[in-house]
């Protein structure tokens, strides 16, 4: 059973920095593109970044130069690296990976920017 854990969440003051990590189990496949994806209360889940396993980005309007994400194919390991946090960030953060097949999500992981 394939599953994706994040890890690397929690509380940041503004202008803060933090890492996500998003290891995948249970494969003996690789990934087409993986990505992280935030909710916000009350709002719809969003794309913050995708990355192809070539290593093409994408990224969400509201973080294009603030975060930057990264994936080791081998491991099917994704990461995103936030910096200049904003409160506006705060939301719960999935890691998602793709296959021909499906898609898998990941149970979500806490940012909170706050002071």
């Known amino acids: 059973q394939v599953q994706l854990v994040e890890s690397g969440g929690g509380l940041v003051q503004p202008g803060g920095s933090l890492r996500l990590s998003c290891a995948a189990s249970?494969?003996?496949?690789?990934?087409?593109?993986m990505g992280w994806y935030r909710q916000a209360p009350g709002k719809q889940r969003e794309l913050v970044a995708s990355?192809?396993?070539?290593?093409?980005?994408n990224y969400g309007d509201s973080v294009k130069g603030r975060f930057t994400i990264s994936r080791e194919n081998a491991k099917n390991t994704v990461y995103l690296q936030m910096n200049s946090l904003k409160p506006e960030d705060t939301a719960v953060y999935y890691c998602?990976?793709?296959?021909?097949?499906?898609?898998?999500w990941g149970q979500g992981t806490q940012v909170t920017v706050s002071s």
């Open positions: 990355v192809s396993p070539g290593g093409s980005t």
């Open positions: 249970g494969t003996i496949f690789s990934f087409n593109a």
């Open positions: 998602r990976g793709s296959t021909v097949l499906r898609e898998y």
